[in-house]
């Protein structure tokens, strides 16, 4: 099976700074590739599919990009409410994999 | 609008079984499949398995390929997740997520085993 590799586990950055999470798959997966998100005590959603499509009603400082084997998410002003850890997950063939998450705070 | 709502909370012994449902609303059920996924206490998020409402087919993740079964009921719209042979490292909150990638959460259903 493809494993799926998040880095950083956890990161803390300051309001206003570009954060960036990358999630690595073991083996080529084109542009299957969605982010998650989900803050504490709640559901998660879906931030981006395709690896750079983002949903509906996500705010334009999330960008995905990447495909293949290498893939980025990039906060580029980090927000308060943007608290949370963030998944990567595989889905162009089964078992669609999450990575390990990427939990993110704030200084 | 979309809804996916999930059944109870559920307490177990260890080596019961659990049936956990997903009643769908808001969209042409036969359209997309469903996943599981679950969330034990403090940890990432795991795939269980997909099954198409179309036909019922299903992909189960190699650790619970021999202790759950998918299922669903298109004349209700719903979708079950039943796990056998439970111990307490399957207490987790257990979600049904439409589509891949997953656009649409159910609200999680608890599930703890304890003796």
């Known amino acids: 099976d493809i494993q799926m590799t998040q880095s950083p586990s956890s990161l803390s950055a300051s309001v206003g700074d570009r954060v960036t999470i990358t999630c690595r798959a073991s083996?080529?997966?084109?542009?299957?590739l969605a982010w998650y998100q989900q803050r504490p005590g709640t559901v998660p959603s879906l931030l981006i599919s395709a690896a750079s499509t983002l949903h509906s009603g996500v705010p334009s400082r999330f960008r995905g990009s990447g495909s293949g084997t290498n893939f980025t998410l990039t906060i580029t002003s980090l927000q308060p409410e943007d608290i949370a850890t963030y998944y990567c997950q595989k889905y162009d063939s089964v078992p669609w994999t999450f990575g390990q998450g990427t939990k993110v705070g704030v200084k | 609008q979309v809804q996916l709502v999930q059944s109870g909370p559920e307490l177990k012994r260890p080596g019961a079984s659990v049936r956990v449902s997903c009643r769908t609303s808001?969209?042409?059920?036969?359209?997309?499949?469903l996943s599981w996924v679950r969330q034990a206490p403090g940890q990432g998020l795991e795939w269980m398995g997909w099954i198409s409402a179309y036909d019922g087919k299903t992909h189960y993740a190699q650790n619970f390929q021999d202790r759950v079964t998918m299922t669903t009921d298109t004349s209700t719209a719903t979708v079950y997740m039943e796990m056998r042979t439970l111990t307490s490292d399957d207490t987790a909150l257990y979600y049904c997520?439409?589509?891949?990638?997953?656009?649409?959460w159910g609200q999680g259903t608890q599930v703890t085993v304890a003796s």
């Open positions: 083996q080529g997966i084109a542009n299957s």
């Open positions: 997520v439409r589509g891949g990638p997953g656009d649409y």
């Open positions: 808001g969209y042409s059920f036969l359209t997309y499949g």
